[in-house]
C-alpha cells in the first residue's frame, strides 16, 4: 500500500524519527561515564582490556551520533527549501525531484542524476 501522506509530512516525520534516535544515543551511551555504562564501581583496577568493549560501543555510538547530525542538517535544508517553496526541485539542475524518490529520502534536495553526479566529484 503506498504512503498517502503529503511529503511535507514525511519530511517532518524524519525529523522527528531522527530527533528520537538522537535523544535514545546521548541517552543511553553518552550520560554516563565509562564506569556508569560498564556497571564497574571504579575504573582504576581496571584493565584497558576489561572496557574495551565500552569505549568500541561508545565509539560506534559516537558514529552513528554524526550520522544523524548529518541527517538533521540535510532535514533542515529540505525544510528550508519547503518554507521557501522549493520542495521536491532539483537544487541543482532546477527539474521536479521524481516523487517516488521524495518518498524514500524526503530530505533530497537534488534529483537522482545530479545527485550521483556530486557523488563522483567527491
Not at 524519527?17 to 541517552?27: H, K, M, N, S, T
Amino acid at each position: 500500500m503506498a504512503d498517502a501522506s503529503p511529503p511535507g509530512d514525511a519530511l517532518s516525520d524524519k525529523a522527528q524519527q531522527v530527533e528520537r534516535l538522537r535523544e535514545f544515543i546521548d541517552a543511553t551511551s553518552f550520560a554516563g561515564d565509562e564506569r556508569e555504562v560498564s556497571g564497574e564501581l571504579s575504573g582504576v583496577d581496571q584493565h584497558p582490556a576489561d572496557v574495551s568493549d565500552v569505549v568500541e560501543q561508545r565509539a560506534r555510538d559516537y558514529a552513528i551520533r554524526e550520522i544523524l547530525e548529518g541527517d538533521a542538517e540535510q532535514i533542515r535544508h529540505a525544510q528550508q527549501r519547503q518554507a521557501a517553496g522549493q520542495y521536491g526541485v532539483c537544487e541543482d539542475c532546477g527539474q521536479a525531484i521524481d516523487p517516488a524518490r521524495q518518498r524514500v529520502r524526503p530530505e533530497a534536495t537534488t534529483c537522482v542524476d545530479c545527485q550521483r553526479q556530486r557523488e563522483a566529484a567527491g
